[in-house]
């Protein structure tokens, strides 16, 4: 299996620039996760989608975060406008069908806003 | 609030030796799951090991293995036989069913590993 796959892998824009993330799930999994990694908060949860349907945002900053799921094999991550606190690395994770199954990671997007 | 707390935001190793990482969490659930993921310098995050709170039996994966103590909340990892290529940045993590599919994780624990 190729395993989780995001792009780009590395991502430099400007403060006010629209930025999105796109992500490819492990095929069959069915849950998919936006992680936010940065030394001043860690690694913290966006959102996660469950049968391409999102099931909880509350990790989602603020407006200018948004995620969709059209399908079971892609999902985005937007920022509109992105600004200099939004640089940090974006994982993506999927996991199957049961709850105790093992979630998968992406090797991350490193975003820099200038 | 559920947490999970790593003391030790490093830690050394000499090649060949063995390691203990530390970690406690905090929750109020019975069923849960526990994690040990491994960061090295690519960024990827890799499952090194997991626990099923239910199991009484410490889980092991090759030169890794856990002490899980469900009674104190702990979860620390062992690496026996250190090698160079352990040396990463390990976090620890949980999930409960009633938290979804959500993994908290702990503030991580670099590791160096010495020749």
């Known amino acids: 299996d190729a395993g989780v796959i995001q792009s780009p892998r590395h991502e430099v824009t400007e403060m006010g620039q629209e930025v999105t993330l796109r992500c490819k799930p492990i095929s069959g999994h069915n849950s998919l996760f936006w992680y936010r990694q940065t030394m001043m908060r860690g690694l913290e949860l966006l959102i996660y989608?469950?049968?391409?349907?999102?099931?909880?945002d509350s990790g989602m900053p603020e407006d200018r975060f948004s995620a969709k799921m059209p399908n079971a094999s892609f999902s985005t991550l937007k920022i509109q406008p992105s600004e200099p606190r939004d640089s940090a690395v974006y994982f993506c994770a999927s996991m199957g069908r049961e709850w105790r199954d093992t979630q998968y990671f992406g090797p991350g997007t490193r975003l820099t806003v200038l | 609030a559920q947490t999970v707390t790593q003391s030790q935001p490093e830690m050394s190793v000499q090649e060949a030796e063995t390691v203990t990482l530390s970690c406690t969490y905090d929750t109020s659930e019975s069923d849960y799951y526990l994690f040990w993921y491994k960061q090295p310098p690519s960024r990827q995050m890799i499952l090194v090991i997991r626990q099923e709170a239910y199991k009484q039996q410490n889980a092991t994966e090759n030169r890794f293995s856990v002490n899980f103590q469900k009674a104190a909340k702990s979860f620390s990892l062992k690496i026996s036989d250190s090698q160079l290529g352990d040396a990463a940045m390990y976090f620890c993590a949980y999930r409960v069913e009633t938290s979804g599919s959500r993994l908290t994780f702990g503030e991580g624990t670099q590791l160096t590993v010495n020749p």
């Open positions: 989608f469950n049968n391409n349907v999102p099931i909880d």
